[in-house]
């Protein structure tokens, strides 16, 4: 399992290097393209006044923002739980390209430990072996596994 975790860790690494030298490049084209185009335009005197067009800003991109490392995961309920769930999201939203489908969002999850390794052992080799894994059924099963069930239960009395 620790194997695994690794190869993860380093796959996500590299995926943010990439994306962030792709960013990198681009500025650098959009800089040599601009000092192109001065160049050009100081060569041949135009009688009509240039006008100055501001570039349009760069695309909005999710892409454009590398995210932490994901904390580890080892079982316990509550905001622990809860947390770990939304950075799961947070990098589906960020790295759509790598995870296009719920299915994969659960490779999402390289930091499992202690009973949270053994208990997520069942999806991760669903997954590896291209089987059929249903997200809602594994957040389900991770919610009622991790969440604070207590809440539910004050709250049940307090009605």
Known sequence: MDALNARLNKMMCMLAKEQAQQLATEENLHQTQARLDAAVGQQKPDPTPPQIVPDPPPPSSPNSMVLAKQQPFNGNRGAAAKSFVGQILLHTVTYPECFPTPEKWILLSPLWKDYAATWSQTYLMKVFNA?????????????????????QNHAVVAL
């Open 131 to 151: 089987e059929e894994v249903a997200f809602n059924k594994f957040l389900d099963d991770f919610k009622s596994s991790f969440f604070d069930q207590s809440c």
